[in-house]
């Protein structure tokens, strides 16, 4: 495979990250990767710093890295993602919280106001 020069892997519904070994192809001049499902960063490594046309990777949503505009996660983003999650199980347990409240206070309330009514007017 190291004699290759055009690839077309387009429209193949491949998925997961582009092969490592894809990028080991340096006589590679044509490659289309478009409409997959591939994800994770796109290689900037040998033939693959010459590719800079985005529309080979078009189509797949989970790509990130240059040429494409979606930049690619570093471990201090990932992090900060993982402190908003928690912020916001935080705020989902506080709705809970108030949710149970309203109900503690909501049964009696309701209770007394049907059998209050039913115990004014027997009498």
Known sequence: MQGLETLDLSCNCLLGPI????????????????????????????????????SIYEGNLG?????????????????HKHVQDEEEDDEDGRYMTWFFISMAMGFPVGFWAICGNLALNKS
């Open 19 to 54: 092969p490592p070994n894809v990028s080991s192809i340096t006589s590679l001049n044509h490659l289309n990767l478009s409409h997959n499902l591939f994800s994770g960063p796109i290689p900037t490594i040998n033939q693959f710093l010459t590719f800079n046309d985005p």
């Open 63 to 79: 790509l990130c890295g240059l040429p494409l505009s979606a930049d690619c996660c570093n471990p201090n983003d990932q992090n």
